[in-house]
Nanobody
Framework: QVQLVESGGGLVQAGGSLRLSCAASGRTFSNIVMGWFRQAPGKDREFVARINWSGGRIDYASSVKGRFTISRDNAKNTVYLHMNNLKPEDTAVYYC?????????????????WGQGTQVTVSS
């Protein structure tokens, strides 16, 4: 079992930056593919970014590519989401998730572990 705890959300003006962190505990973190998702009010939860165990394979949603960067520090059991040039449409609850089964999980159902989420609000 893995427990995930997100932090780093908050209120920021458009064009600003935030760094989200997701701390994992409970089992070997380095074997787990980690992802970030988000859910805006009234919308379905959507994929944001994904990073494999080594950091050698990274994928982004087209809406955040070039602005967001996912990274991980296996020694600290932590995955990060650096968000730059934030826009009001980035406002959402951000969740980190982990998959211990799939090397490249392509749907939310392929993730075994989920955090509780952290709110990001971008004002215009």
């Amino acid at each position: 079992q893995v427990q995930l705890v997100e932090s780093g959300g908050g209120l920021v003006q458009a064009g600003g930056s935030l760094r989200l962190s997701c701390a994992a505990s409970g089992r070997t973190f380095s074997n787990i593919v980690m992802g970030w998702f988000r859910q805006a009010p009234g919308k379905d939860r959507e994929f944001v970014a994904r990073i494999n165990w080594s950091g050698g394979r990274i994928d982004y949603a087209s809406s955040v590519k070039g602005r967001f960067t996912i990274s991980r520090d296996n020694a600290k059991n932590t995955v990060y989401l650096h968000m730059n040039n934030l826009k009001p449409e980035d406002t959402a609850v951000y969740y980190c998730a982990g998959s211990s089964t799939y090397s490249r999980p392509t749907s939310q159902r392929m993730y075994d572990y989920w955090g509780q989420g952290t709110q990001v609000t971008v004002s215009s």
